[in-house]
C-alpha cells in the first residue's frame, strides 16, 4: 500500500512529458503471444499495468529484456500455463489473454479479470467473438482447436471486445470481417503492430478486414498517452502557473480540446508543445462516449476543474455507473449531485484532507483537487494511481508541485 502527501495550493510551471498510452501499450504486449519470433516495441510505459501484463506473459515462456523505453520481447518458445490469478485479477487488460491464448495455445482459463472495479463489466461480447471463430467454453475453460474466419457484429462498440476479435482473427484460417467494431486510436495501433509481423489487417470506420496469417516478431512505436495529456492539462488549469504537455497526441484529442474551449480556455499547440490558458470560465456539460466521442477515462479528471471554476454536468455513456470517485472527491470539499448516469458538479470551495484513490483515474482526480487546495492532504491506495501515471512523483515536483510517495 502507497499513500501521497501533497501540500497544495502551488502554481505549476515548466513542461512536462507525456508518455506511451497505457491503452495502446497493454494490448500490444499480449498480442505478442501471437508471434513467433523477437517484437521491438519502443516508448513502453513503465507504469504498473505494464509490469504486471510482462509478468503474464514470462509466465508463458516469453524472454522480456527492457532497455530505457525500449522493450524486446522473445516469444519463440511458448507454452501454455494457467495465468496467475492475482496478476490476472488487478489489471482489465488481461481480458486480452482469451483472444491471444486461443489463438497461440487452443486454450484459456476463465479467471476473474480485473480492473478498476467502479462497474459491473461483462466479458459476454467477448465470448460471443471466440464462438464465432469456432470455440467451445469447457467448464471454466474456453478451447479451440482451430480457429475459422467468420463474420463478427457488434451491437455496440467495445474496446475489450474489439481487440479480442483481432487477436483471434490475426491468426486464424480464412476470412474475418468484424462489423460495429470500436475505433480508439490504440485499436489502430494494435492493428499497426500486428501488420508489421505479417498480419493482413484493413480498418475501413467500423468495419475492419483480416486475413489470418502465420505471424513473426514485430515492431512499433507506443503512440503517446492521450489521458495522461488530458491530466496533465486540466490540472495545470486547475493550479493555474504555465503548464505545457510535451509528446502529446494532439491529432486524437479534438473532443477533449473542445471540452476545454467550452469551459472557457485557449488551446495553444505549437513547436510540439500543448498548453491551455483560461479566459472565462464557463459551467461545461460533457458526455463521454466512445472515440471520437469525449473519453471516459477523462470525465473523473474534469471533475475538480470543474468544481474549481464554474460547475457543470456530467454524462457517462460508457461506463454509466462510473461515479463512485465523487464520494473521495467530498473529503476535499467537492459538491455533487448524482441522478443515474448523470452527475451535476456544484462550484465548490475545495481544501486539504484525506481520503483514498477509488480507481485509476478517480484517483488522479483526488490528487488534483489536493494538489490545488491550500494544506496538506494525503491520498491512500495510490498505487492504483501508479497503475497508469509514468513517473509520477518525479514529473510533478519538476513543474513545481510538493508530493511524496510514501510505502504503509
Request: glycine share 10%.
Amino acid at each position: 500500500m502507497k499513500k501521497i502527501i501533497v501540500c497544495g495550493g502551488r502554481p505549476l510551471n515548466g513542461k512536462i512529458s507525456v508518455g506511451g498510452s497505457k491503452n495502446a501499450a497493454l494490448p500490444i504486449l499480449f498480442a505478442c503471444i501471437l508471434t513467433n519470433g523477437i517484437s521491438k516495441i519502443v516508448n513502453m510505459p513503465d507504469i504498473g499495468d505494464v509490469r504486471v501484463a510482462i509478468e503474464i506473459i514470462r509466465a508463458f515462456g516469453a524472454k522480456v529484456d527492457r532497455f530505457g523505453d525500449t522493450v524486446y520481447i522473445d516469444t519463440r518458445n511458448l507454452s501454455y500455463v494457467r495465468p496467475n490469478p492475482e496478476h490476472v485479477s488487478s489489471i482489465r487488460a488481461s481480458t486480452y489473454l482469451i483472444g491471444s491464448c486461443l489463438s497461440r495455445f487452443g486454450e484459456c482459463d476463465i479467471l476473474p479479470f480485473g480492473g478498476c472495479n467502479f462497474s459491473l463489466r461483462p466479458i459476454d461480447m467477448h465470448i460471443d467473438a471466440c464462438i464465432s471463430l469456432g470455440a467451445q467454453l469447457d467448464g471454466e475453460k474456453i478451447v479451440a482447436p482451430r480457429l475459422r474466419g467468420a463474420e463478427i457484429n457488434f451491437n455496440k462498440a467495445s474496446v475489450g471486445a474489439t481487440v479480442n476479435a483481432i487477436l483471434l482473427a490475426a491468426s486464424a484460417e480464412g476470412q474475418t470481417v468484424i462489423d460495429g467494431c470500436a475505433i480508439e486510436p490504440h485499436i489502430d495501433a494494435l492493428i499497426d503492430f500486428l501488420n508489421s509481423c505479417g498480419a493482413q489487417i484493413v480498418r475501413e470506420c467500423r468495419r475492419i478486414s483480416i486475413v489470418g496469417k502465420r505471424l513473426h516478431g514485430g515492431n512499433t512505436r507506443i503512440i503517446g498517452d492521450m489521458i495522461e495529456a488530458g491530466s496533465y492539462l486540466a490540472l495545470g488549469l486547475l493550479c493555474g502557473g504555465d503548464l505545457k504537455a510535451l509528446d502529446s497526441p494532439i491529432e486524437d484529442m479534438h473532443s477533449v480540446f473542445d471540452a476545454f474551449l467550452r469551459l472557457g480556455a485557449s488551446v495553444v499547440a505549437e513547436a510540439g508543445e500543448l498548453s491551455v490558458k483560461m479566459i472565462r470560465s464557463k459551467p461545461l456539460f460533457i458526455s463521454a462516449s466512445p472515440y471520437p466521442g469525449f473519453p471516459t477515462d477523462l470525465q473523473p479528471i474534469f471533475a475538480p476543474l470543474m468544481a474549481k471554476k464554474c460547475g457543470g454536468e456530467i454524462i457517462d455513456e460508457v461506463w454509466p455507473e462510473r461515479f463512485g470517485y465523487l464520494h473521495s472527491l467530498s473529503d476535499l470539499g467537492i459538491r455533487w449531485n448524482l441522478n443515474g448516469n448523470r452527475a451535476t458538479i456544484y462550484f465548490s470551495e475545495i481544501h486539504c484532507g484525506k481520503t483514498a484513490a477509488p480507481d485509476l483515474r478517480g484517483g488522479m482526480a483526488c490528487l488534483m483537487a489536493a494538489l490545488c487546495s491550500s494544506g496538506q492532504s494525503e491520498i491512500y491506495s495510490a498505487e492504483v494511481i501508479l497503475r497508469g501515471y509514468e513517473n509520477l512523483e518525479q514529473k510533478l515536483c519538476a513543474i513545481g508541485a510538493d508530493i511524496k510517495i510514501e510505502d504503509i
